[in-house]
């Protein structure tokens, strides 16, 4: 799908529906104001907010579940005083959405497909307790912005698929990660070597090697330390923040120097299920998921482009 809409403004999906319809945002000609849009493979873009350009507007966090997309938007006021709120809108993406939350606190935004979640007909999140940088809210709120629930509990915490959270806190060099269910606050840890370097999701760790200051490869290896493989050499990046996505998939960039030229990178997958790595564009700029679905940006100018691809669908 290309960037560039009808009225030539510049269009960054957010968040597939489906391999055909995205939700996402882009600016009006003049700069002054941020749109977020519906954009069809075919038929009629359509307009669900817009907010003016100078409350320096952000929408992340998008996710869908009980028949309802959501997402976080933040913004800030006259005085630079900055808010996040909570908005739904159905799956069909027809109507006008809701917001269903005016104040979601110090929302943690770690650019991972699960800052928000739906789960049991009620959106979740965390955010940082005020003028506590040590402890974490979880919060969650009905679909209809009913029953909001705050629970405070000590530990710098990040949602990654439900039900569990992470905390990285002591993951360097020789240390640990740990693991919480939010729901019985059962925990578990992922403990690493001086040269293991790892992130984590809720089943996959993703670890680089270190040898001599450099690195030496990157292994995947389960939460429980089982079944840990070499998927990469040291000339690896990784275009997003969840590991293993679908329990499945790892997401990785190449940065050898001849790939760090303004027509991106090549973007590949590794494939757990097969223990194989497909390259599946060369010139890869913006790579994002959520949801299931992959897309990147590529080319340059007016002649940027993006593809999308569902994971869940591949066998």
């Known amino acids: ?78 005085s630079g005083e900055r808010t996040t709120s909570m908005w739904v809108i159905g799956t069909g993406l027809t109507g006008a959405p809701r917001r269903i939350v005016a104040d979601a606190g110090d929302v943690r ?62 993951a360097v060099g020789g240390g640990r990660i740990v693991l919480m269910d939010r729901i019985d606050r059962a925990t578990k840890e992922f403990t690493v070597g001086p040269a293991d370097f790892p992130s984590c999701g809720a089943t996959w760790c993703r670890s680089i090697l270190i040898d001599d200051g450099a690195s030496a490869g990157v292994d995947l290896v389960r939460v429980d330390g089982t079944e840990r493989r070499r998927i990469a050499g040291p000339d690896v990046g990784f275009p997003v923040t969840d590991v293993a996505v679908l329990d499945r998939f790892e997401l990785l960039t190449g940065l050898d120097p001849a790939s760090r030229a303004a027509q991106g990178r090549p973007l590949q997958v590794y494939d757990i299920a097969r223990a194989a790595t497909v390259t599946i564009a060369s010139d890869a700029i913006n790579v994002r998921y959520a949801g299931g679905f992959l897309w990147w940006s590529s080319g340059f100018e007016d002649r940027v482009s993006w593809t999308v691809i569902e994971l869940r669908a591949l066998s």
């Open 1 to 78: 799908m290309p960037s560039a809409l009808g009225d030539g403004s510049v269009y960054t999906p957010g968040f597939f529906v489906d391999a055909q319809t995205s939700i996402g945002s882009a600016v009006t000609a003049d700069g002054a104001f941020v749109r977020l849009l519906v954009v069809p493979d075919a038929g009629a873009v359509r307009e669900l907010r817009r907010m003016r350009a100078e409350s320096a507007p952000q929408l992340f966090g998008f996710t869908s579940g009980s028949g309802w997309v959501a997402w976080a938007e933040s913004a800030e006021d006259a």
């Open 109 to 170: 935004q770690t650019d991972s497909a699960y800052d928000l979640a739906i789960v049991d007909g009620r959106l979740h999140w965390t955010a940082v307790v005020p003028g506590d940088e040590m402890s974490t809210e979880l919060r969650s709120v009905v679909l209809d912005g009913g029953d909001p629930r705050t629970r405070t509990v000590p530990r710098l915490w990040s949602p990654v698929a439900w039900p569990w959270l992470i905390d990285s806190t002591d």
